[in-house]
């Protein structure tokens, strides 16, 4: 029996059909795709753009707000919103007034400007630490504070949560199975072994937290406060405030990473629940979907970084070099996206617009699943929510992953793309926007009902 309940041959006749249906209504994606393949590997720019559930790329001409429109002239209702690199709608006009007031001012020098000044104030005033970074990615964000988190504490050992999301940064890239870390599935040219310095451990283990911590070797927890690329997986009561308690127990640093929770509050959960990090991380939505990343640090961990960088200066007879920055971190367009999107869109009224949709659409998902009498779940953070293809909403990553059914999943997003809704892959998380309206919110849940209707009529669909 499948985790969802519903028989594998009823969503092939039901995925049969839909494949034909985008295939019919959009010609112009299917001749670029074609035309793609000639020069593109995979056909597309970065090779996980084919994984969606359609037949070949669903190819974009334009997006702004809550909306975008493919090439063959259909709009779309977006809920993916660049799986929150657009967090907060696509194209913001001020973004877009950033962009060019910025154009024909330079868009990198390697030297800082007065919005890098602004940033760094308005960062320490929303998120509560004092000194910032900037970067090009998350993913470099992660990977910085990693060394700085291994040069000040002199430990080498990461733990991270079993189904994490931060980026790329290899280290991360650990599962944690049948009692042991071992390397995640799908890892293409790995050259060494990363459980030698990683460490990966349940989401919501006190006892197998405090047991990796005691072990005397961990530089730092780099973690969500709550899991959102397995699937939404929300903290137990208290964990978090425990995350902080045994790291500081065992001289370990707590990292936080936002990128995607930031959804929750104007201040992240960290603000929100008190986390009190020592470096704190948000990556794509945080310049308006112009690339950059952004870590942030205590007043100690700033100390302890300029005694580190002094310690590397002096043994390294001659100029050091941290390993640390791109030539485009921190670039003068980004640095003047970043201030924009701060002062004019990641603004408190636009979070009170999203919050209550995203609590809307929480609702109409609880509705569908007892109408269509489904053992599923609804988990929901903030701006997110997701149904989850199992009775509870999950508590570890192993429990999320546990009720994938891809082949439901996709056949869904399948269905709600022919009918000009879109919403992230991989999972069924929706993400709402201050463009975001009640009736987008209202379409989504009709349409879907739509789709479970038809879904469940096919004979045998019941397992």
Excluded at 393 to 407: L, N, Q, R, V, Y
């Amino acid at each position: 029996m499948t985790a969802s309940g519903i028989a594998d041959s009823a969503i092939s006749t039901f995925t049969t059909r839909e494949r034909q249906r985008f295939t019919d209504q959009n010609p112009r994606s299917v001749a670029l795709a074609e035309r793609a393949r000639r020069s593109l590997f995979g056909g597309v720019p970065m090779h996980w753009m084919a994984d969606w559930s359609t037949p070949v790329p669903l190819f974009v001409e334009r997006a702004k707000g809550a909306r975008f429109h493919d090439v063959d002239g259909h709009a779309y209702i977006d809920f993916c919103l660049g799986d929150t690199g657009s967090m907060f709608g696509h194209s913001p006009d001020p973004i877009a007034r950033a962009i060019a007031e910025q154009a024909n001012n330079g868009l990198t020098t390697m030297l800082p400007g007065e919005d890098a000044v602004v940033c760094g104030e308005l960062l320490a005033a929303r998120f509560g630490l004092p000194f910032w970074q900037v970067t090009a990615t998350a993913t470099d964000s992660n990977r910085y504070v990693l060394r700085w988190a291994r040069a000040i504490t002199q430990r080498k050992t990461l733990l991270v949560f079993d189904g994490c999301y931060h980026g790329t940064v290899d280290d991360v890239m650990v599962r944690y199975r049948d009692g042991d870390t071992a390397h995640r599935s799908g890892l293409i040219g790995q050259a060494y072994d990363l459980t030698q310095y990683s460490r990966a451990i349940p989401f919501n283990d006190v006892v197998a937290l405090e047991a990796a911590l005691a072990q005397g070797d961990v530089c730092a927890l780099l973690c969500e406060p709550a899991m959102t690329n397995i699937g939404m997986v929300l903290p137990e009561p208290g964990f978090m405030q425990q995350c902080r308690e045994l790291t500081r127990k065992y001289g370990s640093l707590l990292i936080i990473d936002e990128t995607h929770t930031i959804s929750t509050d104007i201040g992240g959960c960290t603000q929100l629940w008190d986390l009190d990090p020592d470096f704190f991380v948000v990556g794509k939505p945080i310049a308006g979907g112009v690339p950059c990343g952004i870590f942030g640090c205590s007043a100690a961990m700033a100390d302890a970084m300029q005694h580190v960088r002094q310690q590397a200066s002096a043994n390294s007879h001659g100029h050091g070099h941290s390993g640390m920055g791109t030539t485009l971190s921190a670039n003068a367009l980004a640095m003047h996206c970043m201030r924009a999107n701060l002062e004019q869109v990641i603004t408190q009224v636009a979070y009170d617009h999203m919050l209550p949709l995203a609590g809307r659409l929480a609702d109409g998902f609880r509705r569908l699943i007892g109408k269509h009498d489904l053992k599923w779940s609804v988990t929901e953070l903030g701006a997110r929510s997701e149904f989850q293809f199992c009775p509870q909403s999950p508590k570890t990553g192993a429990e999320a992953e546990a009720a994938f059914h891809d082949e439901l999943q996709m056949a869904l997003h399948l269905y709600l793309i022919n009918r000009g809704i879109l919403i992230t892959p991989f999972h069924n998380m929706c993400l709402c926007c201050p463009d975001t309206t009640a009736a987008d919110v209202d379409q989504l849940i009709a349409t879907l009902d739509e789709a479970l209707t038809e879904l469940l009529a096919i004979p045998g669909a019941r397992e």
